[in-house]
């Protein structure tokens, strides 16, 4: 009877492991949108119903997502979604900052060679980014055996999101016509790229990113990439980022409104539609993850809300600097302002030592200065932001978005719906890199994978995306993460 008992508990045993047996989609997919307000969800009502409404439809949706930080701009939206990390622990403090008092590119690299072009545009990798990602934490966790390969048009929208173990991340370099890659991850592009820029090799010189042509390219890109690289068809999971530049390229440009919006998202839907067809039948319908958001939102363009009698304006950057400037030339005898990014201002270091003056005292006459033009709200001091009497948020976010010895010294606050660009009445385009939710509030939606059909509009932030990711695939955050998973979301996956 005693051996009969132990062999039935021995069974329970096996019969309860063999249910608890680790399950894990079989590929996941990021996918971003450049510039994407939360919004365009809706705005448009020409949307098919196998794209981003197949999405809505589907999916999960959490409608109050927002970014946490600023400044709200393309290198640290990507490095952020794919990391859980604000800038002020990744590192990546904007698509340029300073290190040392000069200017970098966030992913500029010359220890590396350009593979695919002889072009500069091809010396890149994640060397600035002192944080890993999702991608990173799912081959560690699989002992390097999945596959991790980024694709985009812009080279931090392929590289950053890949992290720094990928096996592939796959830019377009506008000089050479096609899709490159850098010696930070191979010695020689793959045959099934070369076969591909062969195929859709584009006249150097002309800038893809400006047009849907741009759009089209990355979904073809993407595609090739699970078809060469066999993501979805292994043992362990892999994982492919893609983010959609031509969004971007073309808000800047256009605005927000316009026929040409109006067309790269029309365009978005039908590659979006194809590519999630695609992947029902290469991967399986419910066989990836797939998760769509966006690195940031953008503004409506100043003149278009002044016809409606709705407030909005521009500052130009480089006369805010040369005003600083010469008012430090008449107050201290010098003009240590280097320059204007990311709504921040950066004062030279050496050259303010030199004058005998401090640095707080330098900062002090700037913020007091710009405190009296009224197209700015708030100018803050980045080391006593703590002390600045302003809305909470706001205070946060500029807290959140400090890297000390990357970012500016001085945070320039403007006015809602005002931002930096020419101010003309002839000017049509838009900017972002501020904290307001039309810059801020962006799109998160989930669907595949052990994904119920449903929304939430509770707050949930950018650093939460990865979280909420890496909780469903039972692996560890990214090292940096500082956000917390979306239990609405999580709690689906046993």
Not at 380 to 393: E, G, I, Q, S
């Amino acid at each position: 009877m005693k051996k009969l008992f132990m062999l039935v508990m021995a069974l329970c045993l096996v019969a309860c492991n063999a249910g608890a047996q680790l399950q894990r989609p079989k590929l996941v997919v990021g996918l971003v949108v450049d510039q994407m307000r939360w919004d365009y969800l809706y705005y448009y009502n020409q949307y098919g119903s196998n794209g981003l409404r197949r999405l809505l439809s589907e999916g999960y949706s959490c409608n109050n997502m927002l970014l946490n930080y600023v400044p709200t701009v393309t290198a640290v939206g990507h490095s952020t979604i794919f990391s859980g990390a604000l800038p002020a622990v990744s590192g990546i403090a904007g698509n340029y900052f300073y290190i040392n008092d000069k200017q970098v590119y966030c992913c500029a690299d010359n220890s590396v060679q350009s593979v695919g072009s002889n072009s500069s545009e091809g010396q890149m990798s994640p060397h600035r980014f002192m944080v890993n990602t999702i991608g990173d934490e799912l081959k560690t966790a699989t002992d390097f055996k999945s596959k991790v390969v980024g694709v985009a048009l812009k080279d931090r929208a392929a590289i950053l999101p890949a992290g720094h173990a990928a096996d592939g991340a796959y830019w377009w370099d506008t000089s050479a016509g096609h899709f490159v890659t850098s010696t930070f991850y191979m010695k020689q592009l793959p045959q099934w790229v070369v076969d591909f820029n062969k195929a859709n090799q584009q006249k150097p010189g002309t800038d893809v990113k400006t047009s849907v042509k741009g759009v089209d390219l990355t979904f073809a890109m993407a595609e090739a990439a699970v078809n060469a690289e066999q993501l979805g068809q292994h043992d362990v999971t892999d994982m492919l980022t893609v983010s959609v530049s031509s969004t971007d390229a073309i808000g800047h440009k256009f605005g927000t409104r316009g026929q040409q919006n109006h067309d790269v998202y029309m365009q978005l839907d039908k590659d979006l539609a194809e590519f999630l067809s695609f992947l029902d039948s290469k991967v399986g319908k419910g066989n990836y993850l797939l998760f769509l958001t966006a690195d940031h939102g953008s503004a409506h363009n100043y003149n278009y809300m002044l016809q409606h009698h709705i407030p909005a304006g521009a500052f130009t950057y480089n006369e805010t600097v040369k005003q600083v400037n010469q008012y430090l030339t008449q107050k201290v005898g010098i003009a240590p302002v280097m320059g204007e990014d990311n709504y921040q201002l950066y004062i030279n270091d050496s050259t303010v030592l030199a004058s005998g003056h401090t640095m707080d005292e330098v900062k002090t006459l700037i913020v007091n200065y710009l405190q009296s033009d009224p197209q700015f709200q708030y100018v803050v001091d980045n080391d006593k932001v703590a002390l600045a009497t302003m809305p909470d948020r706001i205070k946060q976010m500029i807290t959140n978005g400090y890297y000390r010895g990357r970012s500016g010294e001085i945070t320039l606050v403007t006015r809602p719906q005002y931002f930096g660009a020419e101010n003309s009445p002839k000017y049509t385009g838009t900017q972002h890199g501020q904290w307001n939710p039309y810059d801020a509030h962006i799109p998160f939606i989930l669907m595949g994978w052990h994904v119920n059909h449903g929304y939430t509009n509770m707050p949930v932030h950018m650093t939460d995306i990865a979280p909420t990711v890496c909780a469903m695939l039972h692996i560890q955050m990214p090292n940096g993460c500082i956000g917390d998973a979306i239990t609405a979301v999580t709690d689906q996956v046993q």
